[in-house]
């Protein structure tokens, strides 16, 4: 699996950490608002409240800022919806509770409104692309992989590829959600609630993996 660094800008000033964040909040308004292509350094400027100095002081380019802001975001959701508690619980109980929050987050608005933006630029700018993969999916599926492996050794799951499970069980609990989600075909799934879905999901992915 490739894996991207984090954007950062190195610093230990409280200040600059500040004014970096006043930036990417600006600048997540905007790409929200209009998209990656018609967004502008101009809008951003405003946006934020800062000099077009202070931006490029940061972000050397509107690619660069975007890239930052994708990873962030990504990361501190995945960080906020790949919870697994693994209190000795059973294993289906434990991937329903992580399933329906990771369906929640990956059906938001704001999430969805991202991921559509990211697609339409990272043809142009393929590390725009990298960047959210590793900030999201990849660290999402290292999480679970852990857990996975974790419940493989303790025998509570047959031995399998745990990295390629984590793949598969994502798709599953995800699938009849997000999709209709990303293509605004929300009306052809109404039936089913985001816990229906992951309950037949989860049920799914246990019957392949049982002992």
Same mark, same amino acid.
């Given at each position: 699996?490739?894996?991207?660094?984090?954007?950062?800008?190195?610093?230990?000033? !409280?200040?600059?950490?500040? %004014?970096?964040?006043?930036?990417?909040?600006?600048?997540?308004?905007?790409?929200?608002?209009?998209?990656?292509? @018609?967004?502008?350094?101009?809008?951003?400027?405003?946006?934020?409240?800062?000099?077009?100095?202070?931006?490029?002081?940061?972000?050397?380019?509107?690619?660069?800022?975007?890239?930052?802001?994708?990873?962030?975001?990504?990361?501190?959701?995945?960080?906020?919806?790949?919870?697994?508690?693994?209190?000795?619980? !059973?294993?289906?109980?434990?991937?329903?509770?992580?399933?329906?929050?990771?369906?929640?987050?990956?059906?938001?608005?704001?999430?969805?409104?991202?991921?559509?933006?990211? #697609?339409?630029?990272?043809?142009?700018?393929?590390?725009?692309?990298?960047?959210?993969?590793?900030?999201?999916?990849?660290?999402? #599926?290292?999480?679970? @992989?852990?857990?996975?492996?974790?419940?493989?050794?303790?025998?509570?799951?047959?031995?399998?590829?745990?990295?390629?499970?984590?793949?598969?069980? #994502?798709?599953?609990?995800?699938?009849?959600?997000? %999709?209709?989600?990303?293509?605004?075909?929300?009306?052809?799934? @109404?039936?089913?609630?985001?816990?229906?879905?992951?309950?037949?999901?989860?049920?799914?992915?246990?019957?392949?993996?049982?002992?």
């Amino acid at each position: 699996m490739t894996t991207v660094a984090p954007i950062t800008l190195p610093t230990n000033n !409280p200040e600059d950490s500040a %004014k970096r964040q006043q930036i990417l909040a600006g600048a997540r308004q905007v790409f929200l608002e209009h998209g990656f292509d @018609a967004a502008s350094m101009n809008d951003i400027v405003r946006a934020a409240g800062v000099s077009k100095g202070t931006v490029y002081a940061y972000f050397p380019s509107k690619e660069k800022l975007f890239e930052a802001m994708v990873y962030q975001d990504r990361r501190r959701q995945a960080e906020q919806s790949v919870i697994i508690l693994d209190d000795g619980r !059973p294993v289906e109980q434990v991937l329903n509770e992580l399933g329906l929050r990771m369906v929640h987050l990956m059906s938001s608005e704001e999430s969805i409104a991202q991921v559509r933006i990211v #697609i339409a630029a990272a043809n142009k700018f393929p590390e725009i692309g990298r960047s959210f993969y590793e900030a999201g999916p990849a660290f999402a #599926i290292g999480r679970i @992989a852990a857990y996975f492996r974790k419940c493989m050794d303790e025998g509570k799951l047959r031995r399998a590829d745990p990295e390629l499970a984590a793949f598969q069980f #994502i798709d599953v609990i995800s699938g009849a959600v997000h %999709k209709p989600c990303m293509f605004s075909a929300q009306d052809l799934v @109404a039936t089913r609630t985001p816990e229906q879905v992951v309950t037949a999901g989860v049920s799914l992915f246990m019957h392949g993996l049982a002992k």
